[in-house]
């Protein structure tokens, strides 16, 4: 038996392979096509555009880890952004952290809520969440009498925690970059991030480990919903206008990023490093899009047959790893 | 235990019909829900309740997506789901459009409409069953693509050239009294009834839903079984593209229908389908199509906002869900008792 793979093998053998690979061949196309998408303005404003789905797929994988779904973080982030807009332009000598805070309370409330449902009352994760989905919805019309607000009713220093830029980056990249290394960290080297993927691997064998699912999935939904209240704060204060119809279907994006960047849809599997390719992938794929003229109707259909390829090619690639595993398996014996 | 051996224990099941367990069903118990709207309704309005055509466009109104609640129980008996059902509706609604505008005749026009939903559920169905992708993924990225091309051919514009029976089939009454779609609906369901529950295609999805690895060792084509379930699946669709183009007058756009794989989904859980797969039964879906168009109606009635009915939808469903999960647990503790008692019997 060889113990040492050759660098080939290990590289396609690797989960990210696939997803690197139509990222070279998207940057490649676009490199022909439209070469102004590498100034270094345009490629910032393409994440600072992106960064929500960023945020909402971080929160996104910490619940398929644990082997669930969360379809409700689009109403969350439209609630808390509703919640927080209309609050602050009705206080406006408030100080700007204050609405960072609520957002992060209100949405870790809306998360504990689809915890409770999903933990301890063991309703099947893709149900509860579209119910709750529908509920923080309508609470977001009801919170808003459904009124828009306009950048001019938006204080500055609300705004600047996405916009002022700091050292170079805008506020929101910071807070990005930052929930990618809390949460990559949280998830690989702490043994509450463990126990998370130890649950989506297998519920009974975590049970007789020790571990009470009830608690883990409970505490990785508020964190999820928490995200994305914080997502939601970020997305007005980004583009400095709030309606309650804002991020709808922005979950299925998010599940989308996640699903690419690896993270296994029935739980157990995913790396953050994965996810932050997918999301770069991603915000390219949308970027490139926008800048071809008249392509935009384009976009829904070319994201599709992307995502399709893409997974296709990720779950292709892990089948093959798997079936050549099996087979030194054999060897070995 | 060797003693216990010729004590052979009685498997024989138990089909009796048992008129207690009957009215405590989840199907009754739906029927009572929807009885208690009705008689809110009655009490809320007596005038407008009265008034011959309400019942029938209250009825009327919840139609448009019925074949797709009978199609996503298949999928759903599978512990598979379907997201891109909306978007293959529009497809497939654009589909006869445009071999309208085209001059195609009527009824070839119809029959291009619904072979473009069995396409896309052929393409579904394969990503799913061949190369093994989750549905959910499949589904997610497959109506952005569904969705786009519909986008892509129409842009901007409306299709507006429909077969007049259409909007026959969503708006009229059979004889000024029974609506049609709901005659239609009826007829769907009860060939859907049989297929599920007498078929023997119908009894292969409740055994690959609750283990499609035992169905594979028992002979079942799994992936076979699977691919024919997205392309029902499609078909209804395309039927569904029939009742949604009629209740919209005879037009499409590209932005139409969205939500309604949602609404479905949720009609369909609340009818006693688990997402889980292998669990359900077709008349709860039925039954729980109709508390949605009454629920939805009598809250329009009260003028509650579409938004806070939404908040209501949500509650019902989590509420329905809630109660069956306990009536669920509640049954295994006395099975669990049960099959104690027959130990402790045996041991004696």
Redo the contacts between chains.
């Keep these: 038996m060889k113990n040492e793979k050759s660098f080939v093998s290990r590289l396609t053998g690797s989960r990210n392979f696939g997803l690197v690979v139509v990222l070279i061949i998207i940057i490649i196309i676009a490199a022909i096509i439209t070469p102004s998408i590498f100034k270094p303005n345009t490629f910032i404003g393409m994440i600072q555009n992106n960064a929500v789905y960023g945020l909402l797929a971080v929160a996104e994988m910490l619940v398929i880890i644990t082997g669930g ?1 969360d379809i409700s973080i689009g109403a969350i982030l439209a609630f808390v952004g509703v919640v927080t807009t209309r609050y602050m332009s009705e206080n406006m000598d408030v100080p700007s952290f204050v609405w960072v805070l609520v957002a992060l309370a209100v949405g870790l409330l809306c998360g504990m809520v689809n915890g409770l ?1 999903v933990g301890y ?4 994760p ?3 969440t ?6 923080y ?3 977001a ?2 919170v808003s009498q ?1 009124k828009w607000w306009m950048p001019h009713q938006i204080t500055e220093s609300y705004q600047n925690w996405a916009v002022k830029k700091i050292a170079g980056l805008p506020g929101i990249i910071w807070i990005l970059i930052l929930m990618f290394i809390i949460f990559g960290f949280f998830l690989a080297y702490t043994t509450y991030g463990r126990r998370i993927y130890a649950i989506g691997t297998s519920r009974e064998s975590s049970a007789v480990a020790g571990i009470k699912d009830s608690v883990v999935i409970f505490r990785s939904m508020a964190l999820c919903g928490m995200l994305a209240g914080l997502a939601g704060m970020l997305y007005t204060a980004n583009y400095a206008t709030c309606v ?1 119809t804002i991020g709808s ?1 922005y979950e ?1 994006t998010a ?2 990023i996640c ?1 690419l960047g690896g993270v296994s ?2 739980g157990g599997r995913g790396r953050m490093d994965g996810v932050v390719i997918a999301f770069i992938l991603m915000s390219f794929i949308t970027q490139f899009i926008s800048l071809l003229p008249g392509l935009s ?9 992307i ?2 390829g893409a ?2 090619l990720n ?2 690639t892990i ?1 093959q790893a798997e079936k050549r595993a099996l087979k030194e398996r054999s060897e070995l014996i | 235990m060797a003693e216990n051996q010729g004590n052979v224990r009685d498997l024989t099941a138990d089909e009796g019909f048992k008129l207690g367990s009957f009215l405590k069903s989840w199907e009754m118990v739906l029927v009572y829900i929807l009885i208690v709207v009705n008689i809110t309704l009655m009490a809320v309005r007596p005038d407008l309740y009265f008034t011959s055509g309400t019942l029938q466009s209250i009825i009327q109104s919840g139609m448009d997506v019925s074949p797709l609640v009978l199609g996503m129980v298949l999928v759903l008996m599978l512990g598979d789901i379907d997201v891109s059902c909306a978007s293959v509706m529009i497809f497939a609604s654009m589909c006869t459009g445009l071999s309208m505008d085209q001059g195609i005749p009527m009824i070839p026009s119809v029959i291009i409409g619904l072979l473009g939903g069995v396409f896309c559920g052929f393409i579904n169905g394969l990503l799913v069953a061949y190369v093994g992708m989750p549905a959910v993924i499949v589904t997610i990225a497959s109506s952005m693509l569904f969705r786009g091309i519909v986008e892509i051919i129409l842009n901007v514009n409306s299709l507006k050239n429909f077969p007049a029976f259409y909007v026959n089939i969503s708006w009229d009454n059979l004889g000024g009294v029974f609506p049609l779609s709901l005659l239609i609906f009826l007829i769907m369901g009860a060939f859907f009834v049989y297929l599920l529950q007498k078929s023997r295609f119908g009894r292969k999805l409740y055994i690959i839903g609750n283990n499609a690895t035992c169905g594979q060792y028992s002979g079942i084509d799994v992936k076979k079984t699977k691919l024919i379930v997205f392309m029902i699946m499609g078909l209804m669709s395309g039927i569904a593209s029939i009742f949604f183009v009629g209740r919209m007058g005879g037009s499409v756009s590209s932005s139409m229908g969205t939500g309604y794989e949602m609404n479905a989904i949720a009609t369909c859980v609340l009818g006693g389908v688990s997402t889980n797969g292998g669990k359900g039964k077709v008349y709860g879906p039925i039954i729980a199509t109709l508390i949605m168009a009454f629920l939805t109606y009598t809250l329009g009635l009260m003028n509650i906002d579409a938004n806070i009915r939404k908040i209501v939808t949500g509650i019902v469903l989590i509420i329905a869900i809630l109660i069956s999960n306990f009536r669920d647990a509640s049954d295994a503790r006395k099975k669990s008792l049960a099959a104690a008692s027959v130990r402790t019997q045996e041991a004696k």
Aim: no cysteine.
């Design positions: 779904i449902l009352l063991h309703i099947v893709m149900i509860a579209l119910g709750t989905m529908y509920i919805r309508g609470m019309f009801l459904g309650y279907s299925m599940i989308a699903v849809i029935t109707v384009w976009s829904n259909a070319i994201q599709g047959a995502i399709i997974v296709g779950f292709f089948h």
